[in-house]
C-alpha cells in the first residue's frame, strides 16, 4: 500500500466535480463526488464511484457506487480500510485521518439536522418532539456547519 503516491486530482462525470481518493487493487480509480443540497432538504455527500472508461469525464456510465461511511467509518476500519482497498492514494495516512475525521463529522452533523428538523429519528411519533425541534439548529448545521466541513474535505482533496 502505498500512501499519498498520487497526484491529486478533479475531475468532472455526469455535472459534478470529483476528486480522486485513489487506486484500488482492481486498478480502477475511485472518487468522491462532490456535495449537493439535495432535494431541497439533505445534503447528498459521501458518495464513491468508479466509472466507465475509468476516466470520469470519458464515462458514459457509472461502473460503481458506494458510500464512504458504510467502507470506512461504519466497521471502524478508518485508515485500515483505505489499506484494504487502495492500492496507491492521494492522500497521506495523516491526511487520510483528517479525512476520516471530517467525514465522520459531515454524517453525524447531517444526522443532527434531521433529527432537530423531524424533532426526533422519524421511527415513529416522537414523545419529546417540541423539545428537540429546532429550526434554527437546523439553519446553522446545513448553512454554516456542514459547508465548513465539506469545504475542509474538498480543499484536503483538491490539486
Not at 457509472?62 to 476500519?77: C, E, P, R
Not at 476520516?100 to 453525524?108: A, G, H, N, P
Not at 423531524?118 to 419529546?128: E, L, M, T, W, Y
Request: negative net charge; hydrophobic residues 35%; contains cysteine.
Amino acid at each position: 500500500m502505498e500512501l499519498g503516491t498520487l497526484s491529486k486530482k478533479e475531475d468532472y462525470a455526469f455535472n459534478k466535480n470529483v476528486y480522486l481518493l485513489g487506486i484500488g487493487k482492481d486498478k480502477k480509480s475511485y472518487w468522491l463526488v462532490e456535495p449537493r443540497w439535495d432535494c431541497g432538504w439533505y445534503w447528498g455527500f459521501g458518495y464513491i464511484q468508479s466509472y466507465t472508461h475509468n476516466t470520469p469525464h470519458k464515462a458514459r456510465d457509472i461502473d460503481m457506487h458506494t458510500h464512504f461511511d458504510s467502507v470506512f467509518l461504519n466497521n471502524g476500519k478508518y485508515v485500515d480500510g483505505f489499506m484494504e482497498v487502495f492500492e496507491s492514494t492521494t492522500l497521506n495516512k495523516e491526511e487520510l485521518w483528517t479525512l476520516c475525521e471530517l467525514m465522520k463529522s459531515f454524517y453525524i452533523m447531517r444526522e443532527s439536522a434531521e433529527v432537530f428538523g423531524r424533532g426526533g429519528a422519524h421511527i415513529s411519533a416522537n414523545p419529546c418532539k417540541d423539545a428537540i425541534q429546532d429550526a434554527d439548529m437546523v439553519k446553522k448545521i446545513n448553512e454554516d456547519i456542514i459547508p465548513s466541513i465539506t469545504n475542509k474535505i474538498i480543499e484536503l482533496l483538491k490539486p
